[in-house]
């Protein structure tokens, strides 16, 4: 769909250290993410919908 070179990549908010860290692309239509220590792994991507989710349940799991 997008390689990772087409996406901008930042560190997420939800992130908790440097060492315990993913980086959220979002793009038209969803997001992407991937481990900061592990680039080369790839990127995993969410539609919009899914993604909403994905945070919805990340923000739920801080309370």
Known sequence: ????????????????????????ADFQGGSAVRDTQNREAGHLTFPGQEWAAVLFSARANQA
Do not use: A, H, Q, W
């Not at 996406?7 to 993913?22: A, E, M, P």
């Open 1 to 24: 769909m997008y390689s990772p070179t087409d996406l901008n990549f930042r560190k997420s908010s939800y992130s908790s250290t440097d060492r315990d860290c993913v980086e959220v």
